[in-house]
Each structure stands twice: as structure tokens, then as C-alpha cells.
């Protein structure tokens, strides 16, 4: 989440916003030099409040005092795409160097800041003359194991990078830096050809007897004439795929949908140069930080907040939580563990429909397993199960463009609007939305498809709120995820599922109605390795998450 062709820190402050919020602040006592510039971190400063709908604190850190650095750290300069250059002036991560600074200093205390240095340079070990690098960090403990990511990271844009934490937890705390994508492969990710990305359609006709079967290109721009359009307009659906060539097949023949992913690997293998496929070899590497650790003294604080219920969308990707002992906090809220018992006992007769991807399916098969009910299906595709305490839990996959590479009939193409238009009025009925793992490619990182598809969605649930005013919406943000190497990293890179969120949060943070599980934000320090569906104990920790929004009960 760290690299981007604009001013690239997780905690955005406009000028007006900084206008508008008049509150005193002290100098927090830290000062740093990065380059020849010095910097003092100042705080607390009043953060903006909260929707009305949804309650949220009005300071984003109930934990600690809030705060903002002093206006010299902001960048003043856009972070420039990177150039073309030989392979051995790209990014490398076994000669960047990471640097604590102040690391002098032996007392800290929980609440207290400190500041992590990267110098980036290449692989001859020179610094590197531009920014643009996608860089992970966070603070960690390894057992038990608590996690934090940075309140603020600048790209100063001359390979200089810097990011700035708030300590949470007591104890030996490490530093850990991956460099997720050089900046020189973000280049190539922008400018890559996303019409490789091969769909696939099969038309099947029995006559006399006979079975004909045909498989065609598809995909969301038409093809030359003769083609078969498929579009779903009012859904935002654009869908297309060549007209078979036997005469016995037709449009109407249209049976089920898949990606070639075979054909996919080649195609984007092919479209990169050498230089280009060993610039994504470096993916997620770690930087040297192995003696970078500090101590931090135990501090009386206090650690009971508000139970989490429904927040609204953030427009700004930004670090809103931690991991400690294991357990998701936000900053503003508690989450609540669930057991089996207590699951059943939170969905007592509430109805939960989860509309969107497989990582939406991993909710919905999560709670069935724990609600001990039997799985029902549907010729459209549907999941559902009710249980003996009168819990019903639905799930529905949202439809084109499908990235897997089963054959999947038409019945089960339907949307979600369409779904949540048939939705009957139900008093406190919750819709779960997860719709971003198939959408990083089609229409282009600067199309315009994936953002009309949300629309799609969002205008289903506004007429939904019309008849039935009392359901209750919840975004599932996007997550890391693992990386494949080769060519299909051009599909499945986290830079791209980053690109998903920020379209995300930009169309449903508009209205405070729509409530918010930031899965980018658990998932960026989490403890396993990245996964499309999070791992555990990632996973329990996103469940809890979401029942203490739902059900707002005590563990």
C-alpha cells in the first residue's frame, strides 16, 4: 500500500480539513533528520469527526494520544514513475538499508514514537535517484504475537523513504520491511496488457441425438462481428463472446463460462521482456532488519474501550488497528472472541446474506461449520443453510467475470444487484459484500468497470433501503494476498488488489449507510502468509470482527 504515482503516506490530512479542527498541541519529544532536513513530530491534534449513522470515536486512537507529524515531513513533490533501466539498477532488497532512527535512546513507553529509515538502492549498491518503491512495514513481537503497521509513510521520491509508528504493547518489539514491488515493476504493472486475460464461453447443442460442443473467447468489450452479446446493462454487466462456427450452435446455446488459465500464463509470460520477468522475481522480499529491536517499558493504560458495532467506510487507507496476543484491536473499539456456542447464540434469528467472491464463501463456510447446519443449493449456485436457532445464512457469487477454472453453468452467472433487487423485506436482515478478487484486471487499472459494477451494487441496496429500511450493509475490504511468480503476477499482485480497495472505499464511503470490515488493514501485518483467503488465525479474527459488528455482544 506504500507505492503509488501520487504523494504515497497512509494518513492523508487536507489543508481545509487542517483549517477546520482548532485544538492545541504539545511537541511530542522526538527529532529526527532524514537527509539533511529536520523534523519534530507534534501532537495531539483532534481528528475529524465521525457519520452519524454509524458511530465512531471522534479521535482515531482511544489508545493513545492522537497526533500528527510537523508539516516539513509531508512531501512536497509527486512520486514519478520510474524509468526503464538495465536490471541491475532496479530496487533490490539484500542492499537497501533499513535504519532506526534515534536508536540511541534506551527507555520508551507504550505511546511513545519512533521512526524507521529505508534507503533504497540497487543491486550495484548505489541509492537509488527516484521513489515509487512498494514498500511493507510493521512493528512486531513474535510471541505472542502483536503487530502494528505505520501511522504515516512518506516517499520523498529520491529512493529516501520514511515511516513513522506508534509503540502499542510492552516488551521487545522488532521492525520488519518487505519490498512487496520494486518501483520499476509498478511501472510494468501499469502499462501491462490487460486484454491477455483469456475468458472463455461454451456453447452446447444436442440435435437428433447429437452433442455439439464449442468453446469461444468472452470478455466485457465486444468482438467483430459475428458476436454473441450476453450484457447485463442495468447491472453494469458488459459481456461478449465470438459466435461459435458450427452452425449448429448459436447464441442461445451459451452453457457456461471459465478462464483458460493455461493460455492465460503464456499470453502474459510473453507479454514481458527478460528484464521485466526478473524484476517481478523480486516480490515480497525482506530487508535486512535483524538487529533492529527496542525495549518498550510496561504503561498504565486504560485497555477497556467501546464494544466495535457498525463504522462507515474510510476514504483513506490508513492504519486503524493492531494485533496484540494475538487478537485484532482497532484503535476506537474491542472485538469480541466467538466460540461455537456464543456464534449461535449472536445469530439467533437474523438472517445473513453474503453477495460477492470466494473470500465472501469463506465467511459464509466459516459460520456454517460453526452453526452445525446443513448446506442447501440452489440451480443458480447458491449456498444457504438454516439452523435449529433460526439463523439462516445465504450466499451468492456475484457473477462475470469469474477468474477459476471450473466450468461454470449460466444459471449461476447472476448478479448481485439482481440478487438484492429479488430480496424480500426483512426486518434487520445483514448483507455481507465482498466484490474485488476478480475485478484487479478487466477494463485496465485506469478503466472504468469495475468502479460502474460497485455502482451497480450500491444503487441495488438503495432501492433495497426503501423497502426495507432496517437492513443492515457490510463492505468487505480487499487483502493481501500470495504471489505468483511468473506472468500471472500481473493479475495477482497485491499492488493491483490495492488499486481494488482504493476504487472500493472511494464508491461506498460516499454513504455513511454502509458499513466497513477493513480486511486490508488486518491483513498487511497479519502473522501467516499472504493468502487470496486469509489463513488462520487470521481468518477467526475477521470473523470476530464482523459478528461484534453485527451482534455487538459480549465474548
Known sequence: MYADNKVVFLFMISLSALMLVLFSYKVIKIDVTVGNISHRLQGPLEVMGAPSRYQESKTENLRCPPWIPDRSFFPTKPVRDAPVVPIARITDHTKSVVTLLNETRTNYSICDHIAVEIEARDSLGMPKAYGGDYFRLKLYTPSPYSAVGPDFFFDYDNGTYLALFTLLWSGTIRVEVKLVHPSEAISVLRLSDWSKFNFRGGFINVVDGKKYEEKVDCGITPFRPPMCNFSANHTHGPWFCRRPNNPKLGCNNWSYSFLNTTEAWIALEESLTVDERDTFERSKDKLDTNNLSITVSPTNLITTHPVCAYSPVQPTIRTRGFYLAGRWQPFTCDVNSFSKVHIRQCLSGKTVHFFGDSTDRQLYLYLEKKLDCKR?????????????????????????????????????????????????????????????????????????????????????????WKRSPDTHVIIRGANTREHTIGGLILISSDWIALQTEKTLRDVFSSDERFAFLDTWDMTLVQEPEDDMHPLEPTLTQIVNYLLTMICNASG
Not at 451468492?396 to 433487487?421: M, N, Q, S, T
Not at 472504468?448 to 438503495?462: G, P
Open 376 to 464: 442447501g443449493t440452489d440451480i443458480h449456485g447458491s449456498y444457504f443453510c438454516r439452523s435449529d436457532s433460526d439463523s439462516m445464512i445465504h450466499f451468492k457469487f456475484h457473477g462475470l467475470p469469474v477468474r477459476g477454472v471450473r466450468h461454470i453453468p449460466v444459471p449461476e452467472l447472476g448478479y448481485i444487484a439482481d440478487e438484492i433487487d429479488n430480496l424480500p423485506e426483512e426486518a434487520g436482515q445483514i448483507i455481507v459484500i465482498s466484490i474485488w478478487g476478480h475485478f484487479g484486471v478487466a477494463g485496465g487499472i485506469n478503466g472504468t468497470f469495475y468502479r460502474d459494477r460497485l455502482f451497480a451494487v450500491k444503487s441495488a441496496i438503495e432501492r433495497l
